[in-house]
């Protein structure tokens, strides 16, 4: 979870000082995720197999994740951001699995409830400026990721088909920058740095801990858990960008933490 909150914040410190075009920080993050996810599988002697069941899927819902999401930093704070993403994400995964047929217990229905609003009383209408164009288009990308997600949750081997689907993503997410007019040649090191970072580090290496992780728990209790993300995003936001923090931000990641820990938690001693 602070892998995809520093994602937020690392976007946005790009993006802010305009330090590099989103387009081409999406391409950039897309092309250095996919060379540490291949150089894993390199050092543990794995073979890349890139067919496989779901392929197109994950790798349509990762691109429109990461460009949805770059697109969205141009006017979103982080924390503004990562909350609209993960409560997309929640809304995605919550009603995939109970479409597939699973049946959250009351104290993960409580917990979820409590953390929603949490994230709800952290955001209300009016405490903090939206773009709804930039806010679409972060809601996009939480459906993205939503969808990309419970593709892993299915995977045999959650490594290797996210080193496949940045592997066939990273070639498109080129396309898409030349298309756009890539201006990667104004970009300022600084820029380059965060996009780099964003994608080896806490987009390739935490998707790779991500996807080990996510075969093992249920889809619900994985939505509810990245309800973390704003808050921690929050965080980072206030101390890096100089973003708001406030008694509110802290009442109400009390509250998100808590619903994260009732409904995760919930049944047992």
Do not use: C, K
């Not at 930093?73 to 994400?89: H, M, P, S």
């Not at 709800?120 to 939503?146: E, K, N, R, Y």
């Not at 994608?199 to 390739?204: C, D, E, I, L, Y």
């Not at 101390?239 to 109400?252: H, I, K, P």
């Amino acid at each position: 979870m602070v892998a995809f909150a520093a994602n937020s914040v690392l976007n946005r410190m790009a993006l802010a000082g305009g330090a590099i075009d989103p387009v081409d920080f999406g391409a950039l993050r897309l092309v250095s995720g996919a060379g540490m996810l291949a150089l894993l599988m390199r050092l543990r002697g794995r073979r890349i197999q890139l067919r496989g069941p779901g392929r197109v899927a994950g790798v349509l819902s990762l691109l429109v994740y990461v460009y949805g999401f770059s697109l969205a930093y141009l006017a979103l704070d982080a924390g503004a951001g990562a909350l609209i993403l993960f409560g997309l994400v929640q809304i995605t995964m919550f009603a995939a699995a109970l479409a597939g047929g699973e049946r959250p217990s009351a104290a993960r229905w409580a917990g979820a409830g409590l953390a929603l609003i949490g994230l709800a009383w952290l955001l209300w209408p009016g405490s903090v400026p939206l773009s709804l164009p930039h806010a679409a288009l972060m809601a996009a990308a939480g459906v993205g990721w939503g969808i990309y997600s419970l593709a892993g949750r299915r995977a045999a081997d959650p490594l290797a088909a996210t080193t496949a689907n940045f592997l066939l993503a990273a070639p498109a997410g080129l396309v898409v920058a030349l298309l756009a007019g890539s201006e990667i040649g104004s970009a300022t090191p600084a820029g380059l740095g965060f996009a780099v970072l964003s994608g080896a580090v806490t987009s390739g290496l935490g998707y790779a801990l991500w996807y080990a992780v996510l075969p093992r728990i249920a889809a619900t209790s994985a939505a509810i858990a990245q309800l973390t993300v704003p808050v921690i995003a929050m965080a980072g936001g206030a101390l890096l960008l100089g973003e708001g923090l406030s008694l509110r931000f802290a009442l109400a990641a009390a509250l998100v933490l808590g619903g994260v820990a009732l409904s995760v938690l919930g049944g047992r001693r």
